[in-house]
């Protein structure tokens, strides 16, 4: 058997990250929706034999998502459940840096996206938006403009109390 360190074992794409696994109701529309409204790029899909997706991941800039359909007798075994089923709430927001922010908005709008927070510079040197995607999901995307030191940071988050 061929020895293998961690480096080798754990594929370049998971390496440095904690890969978030979304569930969701339709699969096939989220990443429909994911792709119209982020620009993601599907890398693979495994239809569950009863139909439905048992598993997909796509990319989003640089950052990979796991998700699947929580009507998949899997999931259902291990209790993954949808926002919707929590009466549309989450308790996991997905945050992702991409280059321009602004334009991912009016993409992300245009795809039926819930605009929660417009795009707007933040004390701690980002450019952000907050919004909700059809399936339920909380999604932060920022496009980083100054890198801010923790005095800086604490002197413009105080002043946010004001």
Do not use: N
């Not at 899909?45 to 359909?69: F, K, Y």
């Not at 998949?72 to 929590?86: D, I, R």
Request: no cysteine; proline share 6%.
């Amino acid at each position: 058997m061929p020895e293998h360190t961690a480096l080798i074992e754990i594929p370049d794409r998971y390496r440095y990250a904690v890969i978030p696994h979304i569930m969701v109701d339709d699969a096939a529309a989220a990443i429909d929706f994911y792709q119209r409204a982020f620009g993601a790029r599907e890398d693979f899909r495994i239809d569950a034999p009863g139909g439905g997706v048992l598993h997909a991941e796509i990319t989003i800039g640089r950052s990979a998502l796991m998700l699947g359909d929580v009507s998949v007798e899997e999931a259902e075994a291990a209790s993954f459940t949808a926002p919707a089923s929590l009466g549309g709430g989450t308790s996991v927001t997905l945050h992702v840096f991409v280059p321009d922010v602004d334009s991912l908005t009016k993409r992300a709008e245009a795809a039926g996206a819930e605009i929660l927070q417009p795009p707007r510079d933040m004390f701690h040197g980002d450019r952000t938006v907050i919004l909700k995607d059809p399936s339920g999901h909380l999604w932060v995307f920022l496009t980083h403009l100054e890198d801010v030191s923790q005095e800086e940071f604490r002197r413009r988050l105080a002043a946010t109390a004001e």
